[in-house]
């Protein structure tokens, strides 16, 4: 079993309402094969929503406290962040996952690369929020 991320599947849940699919994915999901978690809907954001980026760091710096999650108004959104990494690590727990195939450069998903906190689509290195909590519990992380 695998955990996906939701968009990758088909599902119409990006910040934009629309879905990132990736068919394989979606054929793994309809097979039970993965498991596909949005972790800012599970974080109680809505469908659309608002674009947001890491500000001062990268997903570790927001757990540790060290950073947060704003959206392109300048809202502080980082306790939804947590709380659906959380939601998506209780399902990875929950079915004994070990591997994850997320969303590129998202600031939940993104592995190894994510934007810059400042809206003006510069890549840095480092992880989303979701993903930095999984690699942390042992879970291998790759981006779609």
């Not at 959380?86 to 590129?104: C, F, G, Q, R, T």
Request: proline share 3%.
């Amino acid at each position: 079993m695998m955990l996906v991320s939701a968009c990758l599947a088909g599902i119409d849940c990006a910040w934009d309402g629309k879905d990132r699919l990736a068919p394989r994915i979606k054929h793994m999901v309809e097979k039970g094969l993965a498991v596909a978690v949005c972790p800012e809907v599970l974080g109680g954001r809505p469908i659309p929503r608002t674009r947001t980026e890491i500000r001062g760091g990268s997903g570790g710096n927001v757990l540790d406290g060290m950073a947060k999650v704003f959206d392109e108004n300048s809202k502080d959104v980082t306790k939804e962040f947590l709380i659906g990494a959380h939601k998506a690590l209780d399902i990875v727990e929950k079915h004994n996952i070990k591997k994850a195939i997320l969303k590129s450069r998202s600031p939940s998903c993104g592995c190894d690369e994510i934007y810059d906190g400042s809206f003006q689509g510069r890549l840095v290195r480092g992880d989303g929020v979701t993903a930095a909590l999984l690699k942390r519990k042992g879970v291998s992380c790759q981006n779609i």
